[in-house]
Protein backbone atom coordinates (compact mmCIF):
# COMPACT_ATOMS: atom_id res chain seq x y z
CA UNK A 1 0.00 0.00 0.00
CA UNK A 2 0.83 3.61 -0.29
CA UNK A 3 1.15 3.84 3.34
CA UNK A 4 4.04 1.24 3.70
CA UNK A 5 5.97 2.87 0.94
CA UNK A 6 6.19 5.48 3.12
CA UNK A 7 7.44 3.95 5.98
CA UNK A 8 10.06 2.71 3.98
CA UNK A 9 11.50 5.67 2.61
CA UNK A 10 11.95 7.31 6.08
CA UNK A 11 13.45 4.81 7.20
CA UNK A 12 15.84 4.77 3.87
CA UNK A 13 16.46 8.16 4.58
CA UNK A 14 17.10 7.26 8.29
CA UNK A 15 19.48 5.02 7.61
CA UNK A 16 21.17 6.86 4.83
CA UNK A 17 21.70 9.87 7.01
CA UNK A 18 23.39 7.43 9.77
CA UNK A 19 25.93 6.50 7.10
CA UNK A 20 26.91 9.65 6.33
CA UNK A 21 26.93 10.96 10.03
CA UNK A 22 29.02 7.70 10.72
CA UNK A 23 31.19 8.78 7.90
CA UNK A 24 31.84 12.07 8.61
CA UNK A 25 32.90 11.46 11.99
CA UNK A 26 35.00 8.52 10.72
CA UNK A 27 36.78 10.65 8.30
CA UNK A 28 37.09 13.41 11.43
CA UNK A 29 38.75 10.32 13.46
CA UNK A 30 41.18 9.44 10.71
CA UNK A 31 42.12 13.05 10.47
CA UNK A 32 43.21 13.12 13.98
CA UNK A 33 44.96 10.07 14.10
CA UNK A 34 46.99 10.95 11.03
CA UNK A 35 47.83 14.35 13.38
CA UNK A 36 48.65 12.85 16.62
CA UNK A 37 50.26 9.75 15.26
CA UNK A 38 47.46 7.77 16.42
CA UNK A 39 47.92 4.61 14.02
CA UNK A 40 50.17 1.97 14.33
CA UNK A 41 50.79 -1.37 12.78
CA UNK A 42 51.18 -5.45 13.08
CA UNK A 43 52.88 -7.70 11.44
CA UNK A 44 51.41 -11.13 10.51
CA UNK A 45 53.65 -13.97 9.71
CA UNK A 46 53.97 -15.77 6.85
CA UNK A 47 55.66 -19.04 6.38
CA UNK A 48 57.16 -21.11 4.00
CA UNK A 49 55.23 -24.75 3.19
CA UNK A 50 57.94 -26.62 2.53
CA UNK A 51 60.52 -25.13 5.20
CA UNK A 52 57.68 -24.10 7.50
CA UNK A 53 60.16 -21.14 8.19
CA UNK A 54 58.91 -17.79 8.23
CA UNK A 55 58.56 -16.44 5.30
CA UNK A 56 58.73 -12.69 5.98
CA UNK A 57 55.58 -10.52 7.41
CA UNK A 58 52.42 -8.55 5.87
CA UNK A 59 52.06 -5.16 7.70
CA UNK A 60 48.08 -3.83 8.72
CA UNK A 61 46.73 -1.03 10.17
CA UNK A 62 45.03 0.25 13.05
CA UNK A 63 43.85 3.38 14.65
CA UNK A 64 43.04 4.30 17.47
CA UNK A 65 40.20 7.14 18.22
CA UNK A 66 40.31 9.64 20.95
CA UNK A 67 38.95 7.25 23.75
CA UNK A 68 42.14 4.66 23.00
CA UNK A 69 39.48 2.56 21.32
CA UNK A 70 40.80 0.44 18.27
CA UNK A 71 39.40 0.65 15.29
CA UNK A 72 39.68 -2.03 12.62
CA UNK A 73 40.92 -1.21 9.04
CA UNK A 74 37.24 -2.95 7.12
CA UNK A 75 35.64 0.38 8.65
CA UNK A 76 37.75 2.95 8.40
CA UNK A 77 39.71 2.22 5.29
CA UNK A 78 36.40 2.56 2.68
CA UNK A 79 36.14 6.36 4.17
CA UNK A 80 39.71 6.82 3.90
CA UNK A 81 39.46 6.04 0.12
CA UNK A 82 36.05 7.90 -0.18
CA UNK A 83 38.50 10.64 1.39
CA UNK A 84 41.88 10.22 -0.21
CA UNK A 85 43.12 9.99 3.28
CA UNK A 86 44.24 6.69 2.32
CA UNK A 87 47.46 7.87 0.15
CA UNK A 88 48.31 9.29 3.98
CA UNK A 89 47.75 6.33 5.46
CA UNK A 90 49.18 3.79 2.82
CA UNK A 91 52.62 6.18 3.12
CA UNK A 92 52.67 6.13 6.86
CA UNK A 93 52.47 2.34 7.51
CA UNK A 94 55.19 1.64 4.26
CA UNK A 95 57.41 4.40 5.82
CA UNK A 96 57.21 3.28 9.26
CA UNK A 97 56.94 -0.84 9.05
CA UNK A 98 60.17 -0.37 6.92
CA UNK A 99 61.94 2.00 9.12
CA UNK A 100 61.53 -1.36 11.80
CA UNK A 101 61.99 -3.61 9.15
CA UNK A 102 65.46 -2.67 7.86
CA UNK A 103 66.47 -3.11 11.65
CA UNK A 104 65.02 -6.97 11.52
CA UNK A 105 66.58 -7.37 8.15
CA UNK A 106 70.13 -6.02 9.74
CA UNK A 107 69.92 -8.09 12.80
CA UNK A 108 68.74 -11.16 11.88
CA UNK A 109 71.27 -11.05 8.20
CA UNK A 110 67.45 -13.53 6.73
CA UNK A 111 66.06 -13.04 3.25
CA UNK A 112 62.75 -11.70 5.06
CA UNK A 113 60.12 -10.24 3.14
CA UNK A 114 57.89 -6.97 4.49
CA UNK A 115 54.70 -6.89 2.60
CA UNK A 116 52.33 -3.96 2.58
CA UNK A 117 48.92 -3.38 1.04
CA UNK A 118 48.02 -0.16 -1.37
CA UNK A 119 44.86 0.99 -2.46
CA UNK A 120 43.85 1.43 -5.91
CA UNK A 121 43.15 4.49 -6.13
CA UNK A 122 46.80 5.32 -4.19
CA UNK A 123 48.52 3.16 -7.20
CA UNK A 124 46.93 5.56 -10.01
CA UNK A 125 48.36 8.67 -7.89
CA UNK A 126 50.48 10.33 -10.36
CA UNK A 127 53.21 11.01 -7.70
CA UNK A 128 52.97 6.90 -6.00
CA UNK A 129 56.31 5.66 -7.77
CA UNK A 130 58.48 8.82 -6.69
CA UNK A 131 57.05 8.16 -2.88
CA UNK A 132 57.98 4.52 -3.10
CA UNK A 133 61.18 5.47 -4.45
CA UNK A 134 61.77 8.16 -1.99
CA UNK A 135 60.70 6.19 0.82
CA UNK A 136 63.23 3.19 0.16
CA UNK A 137 65.67 5.51 -0.72
CA UNK A 138 65.44 7.59 3.12
CA UNK A 139 65.17 3.96 4.61
CA UNK A 140 67.78 2.68 3.18
CA UNK A 141 65.38 -0.67 2.56
CA UNK A 142 66.53 -3.39 -0.18
CA UNK A 143 63.53 -3.35 -2.77
CA UNK A 144 63.49 -7.11 -2.89
CA UNK A 145 62.22 -7.40 0.29
CA UNK A 146 59.72 -5.83 -0.01
CA UNK A 147 56.88 -6.48 -1.36
CA UNK A 148 53.54 -4.61 -2.37
CA UNK A 149 49.95 -6.22 -2.25
CA UNK A 150 47.53 -4.81 -4.85
CA UNK A 151 43.98 -6.35 -5.19
CA UNK A 152 42.10 -6.87 -8.65
CA UNK A 153 40.10 -3.96 -8.62
CA UNK A 154 42.55 -2.06 -10.03
CA UNK A 155 42.46 -3.54 -13.18
CA UNK A 156 38.81 -2.56 -13.53
CA UNK A 157 39.53 1.13 -13.01
CA UNK A 158 42.44 1.60 -15.24
CA UNK A 159 44.16 -1.20 -16.57
CA UNK A 160 46.67 0.19 -18.80
CA UNK A 161 48.30 2.43 -16.53
CA UNK A 162 48.08 -0.10 -13.32
CA UNK A 163 49.87 -2.69 -15.44
CA UNK A 164 52.19 0.85 -16.51
CA UNK A 165 53.01 1.49 -12.78
CA UNK A 166 53.46 -2.25 -11.72
CA UNK A 167 56.16 -2.68 -14.58
CA UNK A 168 57.85 0.63 -12.95
CA UNK A 169 57.71 -0.72 -9.50
CA UNK A 170 59.58 -4.44 -10.81
CA UNK A 171 61.85 -2.00 -12.16
CA UNK A 172 63.21 -0.87 -8.86
CA UNK A 173 63.10 -3.98 -7.68
CA UNK A 174 59.85 -4.82 -5.42
CA UNK A 175 57.40 -7.69 -5.30
CA UNK A 176 53.81 -7.44 -5.89
CA UNK A 177 50.95 -9.67 -4.49
CA UNK A 178 47.73 -9.81 -6.52
CA UNK A 179 45.67 -9.98 -3.18
CA UNK A 180 41.95 -11.37 -2.55
CA UNK A 181 42.76 -13.73 -5.68
CA UNK A 182 39.13 -15.32 -6.90
CA UNK A 183 36.96 -12.44 -4.90
CA UNK A 184 37.18 -9.78 -7.64
CA UNK A 185 36.45 -9.82 -11.74
CA UNK A 186 39.42 -12.03 -12.38
CA UNK A 187 39.80 -12.37 -15.73
CA UNK A 188 42.71 -15.30 -17.13
CA UNK A 189 43.28 -13.18 -20.26
CA UNK A 190 44.92 -10.10 -18.11
CA UNK A 191 46.62 -12.37 -15.52
CA UNK A 192 49.15 -12.94 -18.39
CA UNK A 193 49.24 -9.49 -18.65
CA UNK A 194 50.72 -8.84 -15.01
CA UNK A 195 53.95 -8.28 -13.88
CA UNK A 196 53.02 -10.02 -10.58
CA UNK A 197 55.21 -12.61 -8.26
CA UNK A 198 52.74 -13.72 -6.07
CA UNK A 199 48.89 -14.48 -5.88
CA UNK A 200 47.05 -14.73 -2.70
CA UNK A 201 44.17 -17.07 -2.46
CA UNK A 202 41.58 -15.19 -0.60
CA UNK A 203 40.02 -16.74 2.81
CA UNK A 204 36.68 -16.96 1.49
CA UNK A 205 38.28 -20.11 -0.67
CA UNK A 206 39.93 -21.33 2.05
CA UNK A 207 37.04 -21.43 4.30
CA UNK A 208 35.47 -23.49 1.46
CA UNK A 209 38.38 -26.11 1.78
CA UNK A 210 36.75 -28.26 4.43
CA UNK A 211 33.07 -27.56 3.54
CA UNK A 212 32.50 -29.22 0.04
CA UNK A 213 34.37 -31.01 -3.19
CA UNK A 214 33.65 -28.05 -5.19
CA UNK A 215 35.73 -25.50 -2.88
CA UNK A 216 38.22 -27.97 -2.73
CA UNK A 217 38.68 -27.81 -6.37
CA UNK A 218 38.22 -24.46 -6.65
CA UNK A 219 41.37 -23.84 -4.45
CA UNK A 220 43.14 -26.48 -6.76
CA UNK A 221 42.61 -24.62 -9.64
CA UNK A 222 43.57 -21.78 -8.53
CA UNK A 223 47.29 -23.06 -7.25
CA UNK A 224 47.11 -24.82 -11.28
CA UNK A 225 46.72 -21.72 -12.61
CA UNK A 226 49.29 -19.64 -10.41
CA UNK A 227 51.46 -22.14 -10.97
CA UNK A 228 51.07 -22.36 -14.90
CA UNK A 229 51.81 -18.71 -15.24
CA UNK A 230 55.24 -19.17 -13.10
CA UNK A 231 53.71 -16.98 -9.77
CA UNK A 232 53.86 -18.22 -6.43
CA UNK A 233 50.73 -18.74 -4.21
CA UNK A 234 49.62 -18.24 -0.54
CA UNK A 235 46.61 -19.14 1.31
CA UNK A 236 45.39 -16.91 3.18
CA UNK A 237 43.23 -16.95 6.73
CA UNK A 238 44.37 -20.55 6.86
CA UNK A 239 43.17 -21.58 10.53
CA UNK A 240 43.39 -25.28 11.07
CA UNK A 241 45.15 -28.78 10.38
CA UNK A 242 43.43 -30.32 8.72
CA UNK A 243 43.15 -27.33 6.00
CA UNK A 244 46.96 -26.67 6.38
CA UNK A 245 47.14 -30.29 5.59
CA UNK A 246 44.96 -29.90 2.17
CA UNK A 247 47.27 -26.95 0.86
CA UNK A 248 50.23 -29.03 1.77
CA UNK A 249 49.26 -31.69 -0.90
CA UNK A 250 47.53 -29.12 -2.86
CA UNK A 251 50.79 -27.39 -3.67
CA UNK A 252 50.11 -23.99 -1.62
CA UNK A 253 54.03 -22.17 -1.36
CA UNK A 254 53.06 -20.56 1.52
CA UNK A 255 51.04 -20.16 4.29
CA UNK A 256 49.76 -17.34 5.86
CA UNK A 257 46.75 -17.11 8.99
CA UNK A 258 45.74 -17.43 12.61
CA UNK A 259 46.79 -21.05 12.54
CA UNK A 260 50.58 -19.71 12.99
CA UNK A 261 49.80 -16.13 13.93
CA UNK A 262 47.08 -13.62 14.32
CA UNK A 263 48.31 -10.31 13.67
CA UNK A 264 50.79 -8.65 15.95
CA UNK A 265 53.09 -6.15 17.68
CA UNK A 266 56.36 -5.42 16.13
CA UNK A 267 58.15 -6.65 19.70
CA UNK A 268 56.09 -9.48 19.53
CA UNK A 269 57.44 -9.78 15.85
CA UNK A 270 60.74 -9.71 16.80
CA UNK A 271 59.99 -12.41 19.56
CA UNK A 272 58.78 -14.77 17.12
CA UNK A 273 62.21 -14.28 15.22
CA UNK A 274 63.83 -14.83 18.26
CA UNK A 275 65.47 -11.17 18.44
CA UNK A 276 66.01 -9.27 21.80
CA UNK A 277 62.87 -6.11 21.54
CA UNK A 278 66.17 -4.07 22.49
CA UNK A 279 66.17 -2.69 19.42
P1 LIG B 1 43.72 -8.22 3.62
O1 LIG B 1 44.86 -7.49 3.02
O2 LIG B 1 43.07 -9.27 2.80
O3 LIG B 1 44.25 -8.78 5.01
C1 LIG B 1 43.85 -10.01 5.57
C2 LIG B 1 42.88 -9.80 6.70
O4 LIG B 1 42.51 -11.08 7.21
C3 LIG B 1 43.46 -9.04 7.90
O5 LIG B 1 42.39 -8.30 8.48
C4 LIG B 1 43.92 -10.16 8.82
O6 LIG B 1 43.99 -9.76 10.17
C5 LIG B 1 42.83 -11.17 8.59
N1 LIG B 1 43.28 -12.55 8.83
C6 LIG B 1 44.50 -13.08 8.60
N2 LIG B 1 44.53 -14.40 8.91
C7 LIG B 1 43.29 -14.72 9.34
C8 LIG B 1 42.67 -15.95 9.81
O7 LIG B 1 43.29 -17.00 9.89
N3 LIG B 1 41.35 -15.87 10.16
C9 LIG B 1 40.64 -14.71 10.08
N4 LIG B 1 39.36 -14.72 10.45
N5 LIG B 1 41.19 -13.54 9.64
C10 LIG B 1 42.48 -13.55 9.28
P2 LIG B 1 42.57 -6.76 8.89
O8 LIG B 1 43.92 -6.56 9.50
O9 LIG B 1 41.37 -6.38 9.68
O10 LIG B 1 42.57 -6.00 7.50
C11 LIG B 1 41.42 -5.95 6.69
C12 LIG B 1 41.72 -5.34 5.33
O11 LIG B 1 42.03 -3.96 5.46
C13 LIG B 1 42.92 -5.96 4.65
O12 LIG B 1 42.55 -7.18 4.03
C14 LIG B 1 43.29 -4.87 3.66
O13 LIG B 1 42.48 -4.96 2.51
C15 LIG B 1 42.92 -3.62 4.42
N6 LIG B 1 44.17 -3.02 4.98
C16 LIG B 1 44.82 -3.32 6.14
N7 LIG B 1 45.92 -2.55 6.30
C17 LIG B 1 45.98 -1.73 5.20
C18 LIG B 1 46.89 -0.68 4.77
O14 LIG B 1 47.90 -0.33 5.41
N8 LIG B 1 46.58 -0.07 3.58
C19 LIG B 1 45.50 -0.42 2.83
N9 LIG B 1 45.27 0.23 1.68
N10 LIG B 1 44.64 -1.39 3.20
C20 LIG B 1 44.87 -2.05 4.38
CA1 LIG C 1 46.67 -7.94 2.04
CA1 LIG D 1 43.67 -10.68 1.23
CA1 LIG E 1 40.89 -8.22 1.80
Redo the contacts with the bound molecule.
Keep these: SKNSGNVNITMYNRSMTDTIENSVALEQKIRIALEENNLY??L?PQYDTKTRKIRGF?????MKDEYGNII???SF?PVAEKTGL?TS??NW?IRNSMLFFKRVLDITNENLILS????VL?LLNKGFLDEIQQMLNETKFPPSNLEI?I?ESVFISSMAKAIETLNELKKLGVCIAL??FGTGYSSLSYLSKLPIDLL?I??SFIDELLVSESGRNYVEAIISIGHIMNFSVIS????NQKQLDILTNLGSDFM????WG??MLPKDALKLLGVSDEI
Design positions: FVQEALVRNPAIIIDVVNISHETDDKDKEGVEQGYLKP
